[in-house]
């Protein structure tokens, strides 16, 4: 599978899908730190990485 971790998922989740053998990106590697929402999901899309997250808020973006 491939994912895109907000800045917010600890870095031991990251390492576990990693080592399940998923392709984890994370935001401060891909995209700046900080970013707003909607270039987080820009850059998944482009990508084709669903979205890893704990902000409860995140862009108000509707899952499909």
């Known amino acids: 599978?491939?994912?895109?971790?907000d800045e917010y998922v600890p870095p031991a989740i990251v390492?576990?899908?990693r080592g399940e053998g998923h392709?984890?990106?994370?935001?401060?590697?891909?995209?700046?730190?900080g970013s707003e929402d909607?270039?987080?999901l820009e850059y998944a899309r482009g990508t084709d990485r669903l979205i890893l997250s704990?902000?409860?808020d995140?862009?108000?973006a509707d899952p499909d």
Do not use: H, Q, W
Request: charged share 20%; with cysteine.
């Open 23 to 33: 392709d984890v990106a994370v935001v401060g590697d891909t995209v700046d730190l």
């Open 1 to 5: 599978m491939r994912l895109l971790a």
């Open 15 to 17: 390492s576990a899908l």
């Open 58 to 60: 995140f862009c108000g």
């Open 54 to 56: 704990e902000n409860t």
């Open 38 to 40: 909607t270039v987080l």
